[in-house]
Each structure stands twice: as structure tokens, then as C-alpha cells.
């Protein structure tokens, strides 16, 4: 079993939409979680992160936490075509020093 | 904020050399840095934990003798990839942690490495 997944494809919505993105982790003593946006060729830059059960709100991004369910979302809301990136759910396992991270999500922003 | 330095942006190298990415916390002292690597298409793997004064510890599958990881300084570590082959051709991204265990990594720039 994967540390971490992100199982959907390409997603493509249209510019104003919001994007949905989902992520499950395997490890129960998960504490942190993080979204990293990765534009091709570039390195990953931090959007969000939450540490607790519920919503995180930052301008057009929504991190939303269940660690009963051990899934970690991210809703991005009027998507603009500059949000066209892969977006990468990080974990710590075990609440240890690493990071690991899901393959990735890739998002389109259809003008 | 938190910066992550890494030079150089890209390499090409011949096949049998070796090749040293540098990695530099600004304004921070990072005691422990990351390595990852990326193939195209794929996630962010974790090569190996730079830890400052003390040898790395290396994620399973990562030989330690051909990827020479050192961490000298608060500020600076280095990733060493010995007799390069095509094989190793990749995106290597160093990261450092500004704060607790349970902040976030930034990452520096990367490196683009292609072995001819």
C-alpha cells in the first residue's frame, strides 16, 4: 500500500469552476499535510497545509482534513488558467521528519 | 520567508563523471536538508536525509557510494552523483524544513541532470 495516493486523472475544468482534488494516506500517525503546487519543469512550491479535522480556507484554495477517513482534499475555487499545474499531496508518516509525496494531480484550466 | 538556494539549474554531463549539485538554506539554518528526485511523469521519490555534522541516511534502493551526500555547514549540503550514467538523467530537488518537525519543506529550484 502507498504512503500516499492520488488516484484521479487529468482533470480539466473550465476558468471560474472549482477543482476537486483527493488524496489518501495509509499512515494513522499522519500529523501534517501539505499541498504543493509543481508546474512543468519547476520544483513544487507550498499552497496549503493543515494539521487538524476540518476546512482550511487561503484565498481560492480549501484544504480539507479527515483523519478518520485518512483523506486530505483540495478544493480550488474560480479556477484561473494559471492554476494549470500538477498539484501534489505531501504526508508525513509517523509524524517523523520526511515527507512523503502522492504522484500527483494534474489540473487543466480550460479559458 | 524561507529560501531554498540550488545551484547549478542544469547540467550535462558525459556518461563516467561525476557531478555536484549544491544546496544552501538562506537567511535559515537548516541541521537537516532532503533529496529527492523526480523522473518525468512520476512523483517526488526521497533519496536520502542530509543530516549537518553526521552521515546521510539513505532511503532504500538509493546506493550511498554512488549518490555522496554532505553536509558541512547549517547552510549548505551537497549531492555528489559519481560515475553518472543516462540512467541517473533526472530532476534533483534539495528541500529544507524553516521550523518545527511538522512545517512545511521549501524547496530550492532543482537540478536537471542529463547524462549523454
Known amino acids: 500500500q502507498k504512503e500516499v495516493e492520488q488516484n484521479s486523472g487529468p482533470l480539466s475544468v473550465p476558468e471560474g469552476a472549482i477543482a476537486s482534488l483527493n488524496c489518501t494516506y495509509s499512515?494513522?500517525?499522519?500529523?501534517?499535510f501539505f499541498w504543493y503546487r509543481q508546474y512543468s519543469g519547476k520544483s513544487p512550491e507550498l499552497i496549503m497545509f493543515i494539521y487538524s479535522n476540518g476546512d482550511k480556507e487561503d484565498g481560492r484554495f480549501t484544504a480539507q482534513l479527515n483523519k478518520a477517513s485518512q483523506y486530505v482534499s483540495l478544493l480550488i475555487r474560480d479556477s484561473q488558467p494559471s492554476d494549470s499545474a500538477t498539484y501534489l499531496c505531501a504526508v508525513n508518516p509517523g509524524g517523523n521528519n520526511r515527507l512523503a509525496f502522492g504522484k500527483g494531480n494534474q489540473v487543466v484550466v480550460i479559458p | 520567508g524561507a529560501v531554498v538556494s540550488q545551484h547549478p539549474s542544469r547540467v550535462i554531463c558525459k556518461s563516467g563523471t561525476s557531478v555536484k549539485i549544491e544546496c544552501r538554506s538562506l537567511?535559515?539554518?537548516?541541521?537537516?536538508m532532503f533529496w529527492y528526485r523526480q523522473f518525468p511523469k512520476q512523483s517526488l521519490m526521497l533519496m536520502a536525509t542530509?543530516?549537518?555534522?553526521?552521515?546521510?541516511?539513505?532511503e532504500q534502493g538509493v546506493e550511498k557510494d554512488k549518490f555522496l551526500i554532505n553536509h558541512a555547514s547549517l547552510t549548505l549540503s551537497t549531492l555528489t552523483v559519481t560515475s553518472a550514467h543516462p540512467e541517473d538523467s533526472s530532476f534533483y530537488i534539495c528541500?529544507?524544513?524553516?521550523?518545527?518537525?511538522?512545517?512545511?519543506?521549501?524547496f530550492g529550484n532543482g537540478t536537471r541532470l542529463t547524462v549523454t
Open positions: 499512515d494513522r500517525g499522519s500529523q501534517s
Open positions: 542530509s543530516n549537518e555534522g553526521s552521515k546521510a541516511t539513505y
Open positions: 537567511d535559515f539554518q537548516a541541521t537537516t
Open positions: 528541500s529544507a524544513r524553516w521550523g518545527p518537525l511538522n512545517s512545511p519543506l521549501h
